[in-house]
């Protein structure tokens, strides 16, 4: 028989404590379940969440296309430009030269691992195109510190994807010590070496590649594109590049000790069309030019001294039929010149229609005019002239137009002395000359040219060469035997001269002709 509590009692602590720790464990059992429902529950949304995308992307136009189109849209996506401007001895007649690569861009593949992240779809189909990854440029940069292996996994990984594609390749060096030069090569060429049939445009800016040399013969079927630059340490000749059918572009710019007779021996000189030397050796770049026989557009930079004895000059004619553009750069390194004329010479030019002549350091000789209009004579068809810091004189410019019987256009820059009354005169255009001199010369650039001349003399020979639509029509009914000047374009020292010519000429600028004085 129990017996009934005595009024007034209460539970103890402990059975208190019992009671919360009871509660504390059925909360925490309701905190789980509700977890583990909250789980299921984020599944099952992220599984309509990802039916939902698929349905969606089932409807919109991208989602309807076919893999083969998708892939089209792709490779517009990722290609990236692989010629790069670059002007690095900063001169002007050789502007618009490029370089193959822009070196630590990676533009391309990192557009290609972008769509690659978008969707598993995506991603599947990157995958699956070797040919999205052999877009761009595999530009490789030797450093004081081996490559890692991480490195070299994502470099063999690169070229793996790509394959049987032909690939952009690029070998630079930040690094001028020769241990680790050799230690970077050790590790790396065995990577890239094996891939050397599948480069289609190669850039190697380093002290040395004979590496290259042991390769076998005929592995560079695929190369079209062939630029060195800074060959410094260098020392035996060049032979790996023997037998490339498909090249046609070459460049070579070498530190100011001549590297150049390390491949002139070596190259198939007579497949390329455009080439860009920079080399110090006059007889050298003149030898590789003169082995051209296919050339199209040309670019040399070299000193104007003679390496060899003057007299070789005196070769027999060599015919570069195809050759359109040249620009020729001379860099004077002391004071003992023997003429630049000897470049051009042995030159016929028939198909020429640009040529640019820059001196470095300012022309210190005798413009060789009978020697230009001997070249000019074989070059018929050169529609502009390009003349910077040289020392032609008025007599020998006029004799440049003498034989320019296609010259269109004319710039001298930083020329002095050159422009005189006697050479306004002889551009004065008379009707009853039955031979004018420059008869299609439609523009004229003249900078840092002096002020010898006056400003009468300049008025008359622009307003023979001008007239407004419709007229100039002689009596007979024909046209003048000049053509119409579109383009005057001055500079002068002296500014009361250049307002004294804007406001005599005010008339003809209004009627259309672009001219100007500064």
Known sequence: ????????????????????????????????????????????????????????????????????ILVEIFKHTVQTPVLADENPWGYSASRGSTSLFRYGSHAAIEKVLCLSRVCSYWREVVDATPVLWAEGVVSVTAKEVAPSESYLKGLK????????????????????????????????????????????????????????NELPPGVFASLERLHIHNLSEQTGATTAFRSCPRLRNFALKTPRDSRINLILDHLPW???????????????????????????????????????????????????????????????????NIGFEAFFIPLS???????????????????????????????????????????????????????????????????????????FDALYYDEADSAPLAPKLQKIHLKGVGDGFDVDHLDRAIRSRWWKDGERLLPDGSRPRVSRLTQFYLRVEDQDMADDLEARTEDIVMQGLDISFD
Not at 9 to 20: D, I, K, L, R, T
Not at 183 to 201: E, G, K
């Open 1 to 68: 028989m129990s017996v009934p509590p005595t009024v007034g009692w209460s539970p103890g602590p402990a059975n208190v404590e019992n009671q919360v720790k009871g509660l504390i464990e059925a909360a925490e059992a309701n905190i789980a379940r509700l977890t583990a429902q909250i789980r299921e529950l984020d599944c099952l949304r992220a599984k309509e969440r990802s039916i939902l995308a698929t349905l969606r992307f089932m409807i919109i136009p991208i989602g309807k296309l076919p893999t083969e």
């Open 349 to 423: 030019l028939p198909s020429l229609t640009k040529f640019i002549l820059e001196f470095r350091d300012g022309m210190y000789e005798p413009w060789p005019t009978e020697d230009f209009s001997a070249f000019q004579r074989r070059s018929p068809s050169i529609e502009e002239i390009n003349l910077i810091d040289s020392y032609i004189t008025a007599e020998s410019l006029i004799a440049l137009l003498r034989h320019g019987p296609s010259l269109q256009t004319l710039d001298i820059r930083d020329s002095w002395g050159c422009v005189d009354n006697a050479l």
């Open 270 to 336: 007579w497949q390329l069309v455009e080439i860009d030397i920079q080399d110090s050796s006059f007889r050298g770049c003149r030898a590789a030019l003169l082995q051209c026989s296919n050339i199209v557009s040309a670019r040399i930079a070299t000193s104007y001294e003679w390496d060899f004895h003057p007299e070789a000059a005196r070769s027999s004619i060599v015919v570069l039929p195809f050759l359109k553009t040249l620009s020729m750069f001379f860099e004077r390194t002391d004071t003992n």
């Open 157 to 212: 990984s690169l070229l793996a994807r790509s394959t049987p594609y032909p690939i952009s390749v690029a070998f630079a060096s930040d690094t001028t010590t020769t241990i680790h030069f050799k230690s970077w090569a050790q590790h790396v060429w065995p990577v890239m070496l094996p891939t050397a049939q599948r480069w289609r445009n190669l850039e190697i800016k380093l002290p040395s590649f004979l590496h290259l």
